[in-house]
């Protein structure tokens, strides 16, 4: 239990920073403020159903905090934008209403996480217990079953010499008798031992089918006690298999965490993640001067990002230029490689980046990540993205 807390601390930490530098960015594009409530009271909701009111009560209590303020800020922002209606002030106010509203979603997230771990844990805990409790049953019945043998043998060996005992008296007698009697008498004891033979041997046959009733079903007893303990190891080992497989998950976002806070030190960059790829997108002004050659801030750039690939050299790196929609689609496409390749030459000839593990293309205008109807926008779309592959 002391190990894993340690690993449900990581968890949590991973999944605030996964939240703020991806999920973040990409709610204040692409969600609504009222999207980002829902999602948020669903996880809420999710995380009291998994139980995080007895396991997690501090991360649900921070998801309804902030799940609250969220609700406040959008009742508010009503009432400003009945009065105040500029485009500057609703996006403003939508901006805070969904980083509020995403916050409470990750903590909600983090408790619900936190309690299905507890559970798991509890799950696993109670099936060991279940196990060493059958396997301290089975040995005690072992223990029965050798002691009730021994005990029938020893009855078995009394009978036989009571038997013996009796029947010595038994002939003793008949022997004097039969000194006195005839031989009609004779003839009649004969008949009565036959007769007492016959039941005994009745009684025999009856007492061993009893024995063998009783064997069989203690058998199947043993057997079905077997197929339950074979049936909890199974499940123990499944459950073990899981916890396994959930160590690896954690271990790999940990090591995307260490690689996600090595980027944010590279200056004039900025780092997303998305298909387990990390992509680094520097913006052409902070790379090359009009005439597409490398400015001095470029090349420190470049050099940051060639010290982060040579840390992880089993990463294939990919480069992708790309430019906004002015000129002509084909002078864009031939801008955007040239531009490409130029970081991929860089990156090879100063910071000794094996020329097979990069390679570098050209998209020219076809993949604008913002709008390209003014020079904002069109900025944001000139741009190089350095995609890091999943690693081998």
């Not at 690993?7 to 530098?21: H, M, N, R």
């Not at 400003?80 to 509020?100: G, Y």
């Not at 009394?158 to 010595?168: D, H, S, Y």
């Not at 955007?336 to 094996?354: C, D, F, G, H």
Request: hydrophobic letters at 40%.
């Amino acid at each position: 239990m002391d190990k894993l807390k340690p690993l449900c601390k990581k968890i949590a930490s991973l999944l605030l920073v996964l939240g703020f530098v991806v999920l973040f960015p990409m709610a204040a594009a692409e969600a609504t403020s009222a999207m980002s409530l829902e999602e948020a009271k669903i996880a809420i909701e999710q995380a009291r159903k998994a139980g995080a009111e007895q396991r997690a009560v501090d991360d649900l209590s921070s998801a309804m905090s902030w799940f609250a303020q969220a609700e406040k800020t959008s009742a508010e922002a009503k009432s400003i934008m009945s009065v105040m209606s500029t485009a500057k002030t609703k996006k403003a106010k939508e901006d805070e209403i969904i980083f509020l509203a995403t916050m409470a979603k990750l903590k909600a997230m983090v408790a619900e996480a936190k309690t299905r771990k507890g559970t798991t844990i509890d799950a696993q805990k109670a099936t060991q217990k279940d196990l060493a409790d059958n396997q301290s049953v089975l040995s005690s019945m072992r223990k029965k079953m050798e002691e009730v043998e021994k005990a029938r043998a020893n009855q078995a060996k009394a009978e036989a010499e009571r038997k013996q005992i009796e029947e010595a008296k038994r002939r003793t007698t008949e022997m004097e008798a039969q000194a006195k009697k005839e031989l009609a008498e004779s003839q009649r004891k004969a008949a009565e031992l036959t007769a007492l033979k016959d039941k005994e041997l009745q009684e025999a046959r009856l007492k061993e089918a009893q024995r063998a009733a009783e064997a069989k079903k203690k058998a199947e007893q043993l057997a079905s006690e077997s197929k339950e303990l074979k049936a909890r190891e199974e499940k123990l080992s499944a459950e073990k298999q899981t916890l396994d497989a959930l160590q690896a998950k954690v271990a790999a976002l940990e090591r995307e965490k260490t690689m996600l806070s090595e980027i944010g030190a590279i200056p004039r960059v900025a780092v997303t993640t998305r298909d387990k790829k990390i992509i680094i997108t520097v913006l052409v002004i902070n790379l090359f001067t009009p005439a597409s050659d490398l400015t001095t801030s470029g090349r420190e750039t470049l050099d940051g990002i060639g010290n982060f690939l040579k840390a992880y050299p089993n990463h294939k790196v990919a480069v992708w230029g790309h430019t906004d929609s002015q000129g002509k689609s084909a002078m864009n496409r031939a801008l955007s490689e040239k531009r490409a390749k130029k970081v991929q030459e860089y990156l090879v000839a100063n910071q000794n980046i094996p020329p097979a593990r990069i390679t570098a293309r050209g998209a020219g205008s076809a993949e604008p990540v913002a709008t390209n109807a003014n020079e904002a926008g069109r900025a944001l779309n000139r741009r190089v993205e350095i995609t890091i592959l999943p690693g081998e």
